[in-house]
């Protein structure tokens, strides 16, 4: 039954005409595809009388529409319109043996699809159209304007690799495009911005981008498989008018393919698809077109499926030695290139062997996807044949049984291949596992054109092989990786979303491997462990499960080590050298992380090995390499060349990147590096004995101390370090060397640590040393007094201060006794010392024994020396610790002045003096100054530090505590939020530094108005506290302090006055009596008393706290007259109002000597004194 104008359809085929009369033959189906957004009929419609005005439309729907088209209200005010819809009205009277149809789909604003989509729905709909037996094969003409030509071209893009669309593609008599953008549209990009205005959905649009890659790769793909269709491209010749503006919607270079007529219709971009009538001279120019398609199609769909049918003729012969696996999952790119590749009939294929290379890592699924290939194109091929050629015996036997099959009586692979070649039938050849890099696999392709062969290999140089293409097989991407891992795991589907995480957690840990991700999913099944106890099972037995294998349906090695071991047999059979330093080169690799390792390693190593070549195992010591550690190297590093000779080593990796074991990185301007998948790299650890493995590990050990020099920060070796460490425990590597050579490994890398901060790995590197060479580690010694000195100063990075200073003393006293008052070493033990003493918060003696070290150092050094720069530091730190913030201003400005005229912008310890003069001008209220100053270090260091280095986060809070005083509470939050986000998770639960900046940022949101966030934030710290720390703790009294501010902020007065009078009783017995911190807490205490109308209390507490701090600060200390506008106002509550206004007079007064005349500090003085007056 025909379509109407009432009765179409929004989704699917709607038919005009359903072809011949009775006793005629339906000889072709013409059907034209809308574009984007566009009506069903309307799109279609031209309609002859146009009116003289239109309401507006919104513009995000006229994009694809022209300037004159109607509405049914203009019909209605201006009389009816004729309506001409010309496939119904122009195509069916002239094509009465047609069936001619239009295919509606929506795609318009707000409609979420892709173009995928949309051409997977169009070829299936025209599929249940085709069904009869007259229908499958009659001639197909396609007409599609705008999106609907891009639909078109993806839909027979997918039917090229697809047998299920075979007959439908090969029935294509030809294609008219009218204004498809094949390139895009610059007019995209307003509906682009359109659509996120009104909420649309933005992937049609994104895709109709102009030049956008994905269209090239469309057009490509099209281009290539339908080399010998007839298509016409036509393209529009006028702007569209689009009110507001005018445009080419598509322009003629996109809406046209290279090497294709192109006519151009005088109409713009709506227009192409809209016809008066027969006399219409755009419609003139399209009509021969289709006409010519129609008079050509019976003959040559006829002649492409005769092609077809004597090539194929059906599959004959079917030598496969399994069935795909029902657990294979995703591929479908690489599955359909392969497809792709097999079937171009392109002239320039015609005359050349047609084969496919896949490489990649074992158990990746290679042969999986040949076995998926195989299955899907098998009707296509006359034989499909497997050949395994992991060994030429093998290889052999599986060729002359191939050709038996048919008759042939070889004796040998040459006769097999012999065999093939002649055959004038189509066969496809697999020759699964050409893994061995030193064979020819040339040897085993047939010659000739009438194959396919694909080629499925470790070896990464067997690409060159492809003269259709190759792939390299790599991770599944992490949601296949999820779905292959529950399928495995025989999850209920159900169940997936509420187990994604922990999927994924496993997929990640395993690398996405997939052979290695079945096993896995196998184990769950097998009930060896639950879903969620898989990663604490894999790390305590992960040799075990690695090499499980399940009883049924095994791969070809049965798990995954046994894979990998199949590649380490290919060297281990080997007489070579070249094997052999393979092998010795994995085994290094194996101890260090599986993430890129420079190469640069083994150079720098070598070189630094000249320098202790002569050095003796007698002459060594803490902070000294020697001969022995020289002659661990490798032998592929060439100890007793003169010259650095990479040659050897690259051969090694050369051999190990063949097979796909290693990936070899070349960056741009940096040095070449090697990483591993993460199993392989288990893999290469776990397949040596313990023997073996302490061979490998102080072969690298001396590999990495060696290449490490004392100032740099080898950044880039941190992960290897920390992987090297965690290989095997100090106590047992201090065994494999005399002690005092063991140890100076040891201190190599435990320097490197303190160097990136890495302080709590180094916390417990050192106590490790300690244990295992029976060193105590708090009785300092001149033998290990280095060591020693790593230890002090790694207690006072992990918050241990005390500890730190009685070590720092004792470090000290030992260096007096032996060395002069000068002497370098004994100076920067006093400069630490005196740091000590300020974290100790005594910052008195900080200041005495500095001031004594920068006098010696002035008479002896020079003004730029490095040590001196550095006392003079720790000294206006120890100022600016004891409230002498302008001493300290001006030592630090002749610092940071030195430093930046001598040390580069980057250099540590420039920055380091900039963070502290930026300090110290916060202190003296010079806000704007210290903000400026802290935004250019914060820069550098963001540049230059990763993003967890606690130099970093340091100097990121401080500018925060800086926006905050200058007003800018939203970027203080900003920028806390960050630090807090990165503490939480690279420091422990209760560490000072972490607290504090959850302390600020809970300060932030008060200020910010955020009091319920900040007690939330806020009664975490406090609790975590109150279980880890001693109940005078002073991060702990701060943290109850702010908690305290909170509740105030947030109406909660009685809960602030408990915490707070816990507060101040702990303080008063722990503090001293002036302490600032004990006075902020009974400040706000009596402030929270008047908030409460507990007057009396408030004013007993403000009148101690305004005498304390009347005696101990400046006139115009912000401290001292905040707490005397308090009292006033306890005053006046209390009825004592000549107290109050006398009190409050003379805080006014001092606050306009000393703070602006907009400052609102002096303003809310001033406003309260007011009051006070007019209520006397």
Known sequence: MTCTKETVKDNGLNIWSTGA?????????????????????????????????????????????????????????????????WPRDLLVPSFKNARVATYAYKSGNGVRTTLRQCAEQFLNVLLQHRQKPDERQRPIVLIGHSLGGLVIQQALVIAALDSEFRELRLSVSGIIFLGAPFQGSSAAVLGKRLAQATGGDLSLLELLQ?????????????????????????????????????????TASSATL?????????????????????????????????????????????????????????????????????????????????????????????????????????????????????????????????????????????????????????????????????????????????????????????????GVVIITSRVSDCSQYGTVGSEVLTNLDIGLSKQLLLRAANIAYELWPSVDQ?????????????????????????????????????????????????SQARPRYGNVYATFEATAHVFEKSESEDAKDALRLLGILSMLHSNALPLRIFEDAWKRSRDVLEVSGTEANINTLCRWHALQLPEFMEMEADEWDPYHLNKASDLLVSLSLVTRSNPAGGSPSLSMHPLAHAWAKDRQELGQQHKAWISTACIVALSIYDKDEHRDLLLHLRTLLNNIEVKAASSLGPKPIMISIFFRYARCLARNREDYRLNSLLLDIFSAFEITCNEPSMEYLEVYDLYAGNLLNTGDSKNALELYMQIVNLRERVLPIAHPDKIVSQQWLAHAYLVNKQSEKAIELLEQVVKIQEEVLPITHHEQLVSQHVLACAYLENRQSEKAIELLEQVVKIKEEVLPITYPERLVSQHELACAYLANRQGEKAIDLLEQVVKVE????????????????????????????????????????????????????????????????????????????????????????????????????????????????????????????????ALPIADPGQLASQHILGHAYLQNRQIEKAIKLLEQVVKIREEALPIADPGRLA??????????????????????????????????????????????????????
């Open 21 to 85: 009369p009775p006793g005629s033959t339906t000889e072709v189906d013409i059907v034209g595809v809308q574009g984007l957004g566009s009506h069903p009929f309307k799109t279609w419609v031209k309609k002859v009388q146009v009116p003289e005005s239109k309401p507006p439309r919104k513009l995000v729907n006229k994009l694809w529409a022209r300037k004159d088209e109607k509405t049914p209200k203009q019909d209605g005010q201006n009389g009816l319109a004729k309506e001409v819809m």
């Open 210 to 250: 102009k030049d956008n890659p994905d269209l090239y790769s469309l057009s490509k793909d099209f281009c290539t498989s339908y080399h010998d269709w007839d298509f016409v491209c036509f393209y529009e010749n006028t702007d569209a008018d689009f009110t507001l503006f005018k445009t080419r919607v598509v």
């Open 258 to 450: 290279i090497e294709r007529r192109m006519i151009f219709l005088d109409t713009d971009h709506s227009g192409l698809n809209k016809f008066t009538g027969k006399d219409d001279e755009n419609y003139a120019l399209v009509l021969p077109e289709i006409q010519r398609m129609v008079d050509n199609g019976p003959s040559i769909v006829a002649s492409r499926h005769q092609s077809k049918k004597s090539e194929a003729a059906g599959n004959k012969h079917w030598l496969v030695p399994r069935g795909v696996n029902k657990l294979f999952t995703g591929r479908s790119e690489i599955i359909d290139k392969i497809k792709g590749a097999i079937r171009n009939d392109r002239s320039q294929h015609a005359d050349k062997q047609k084969v496919f290379v896949i490489t990649g890592l074992g158990g990746m699924g290679k042969s999986e996807i040949c076995l998926q290939v195989a299955n899907t194109l098998r009707e296509e091929f006359w034989g499909v044949f497997w050949v395994d050629v992991d060994t030429e015996s093998t290889a052999k036997k599986d060729f002359i049984s191939a050709v038996a099959a048919f008759g042939s009586s070889a004796k040998s692979i040459d006769d097999a291949r012999q065999f093939l070649a002649n055959t004038k039938h189509r066969w496809l050849l697999i020759l699964d596992n050409a893994d061995d890099p030193e064979f020819d696999y040339q040897a085993y392709l047939p010659s000739g054109s009438r």
């Open 502 to 550: 922990q999927t994924e957690d496993i997929a990640n840990l395993i690398g996405s491997h997939t052979l290695a991700l079945i096993q896995a999913g196998a184990y769950i099944a097998k009930g060896y462990c639950q879903l969620d106890e898989y990663p604490e099972v894999y790390a305590k037995h992960r040799k075990r499960v690695l090499e499980y294998q399940p």
């Open 942 to 1069: 963001e540049e230059v530090l990763p993003i967890a280095h606690p130099d970093r986060l340091t100097s990121q809070h401080v500018l925060a505590q800086a926006y905050l005083d200058n007003r800018q509470a939203v970027k203080a939050i900003e920028l806390l939020e960050q630090v807090v986000r990165i503490q939480e998770e690279t420091l422990p639960i209760a560490h000072p530094d972490k607290i504090v900046s959850q302390q600020w940022l809970a300060h932030a949101y008060l200020v910010n108005k955020q009091s319920e966030k900040a007690i939330e934030l806020l009664e975490q710290v406090v609790k975590i506290q109150e279980e880890v720390l001693p109940i005078t703790y002073p991060e702990q009294l701060v943290s109850q302090y702010v908690l305290a501010r909170a509740y105030l902020e947030n109406k909660q007065v009685e809960k602030a006055i408990d915490l707070l009078e816990q507060v101040v009783e702990v303080e008063e017995e």
């Open 1123 to 1176: 707490s005397q506008h308090e009292l006033a106002r306890a005053y006046y509550a209390n009825g004592q109002v000549e107290e109050a206004i006398e009190l409050m007079e003379q805080v006014v007064k001092i606050k306009g000597g000393a703070l602006p005349i907009g400052h609102q500090g002096r303003i809310i003085s001033e406003e309260v004194l007011a009051h006070f007056k007019e209520g006397a």
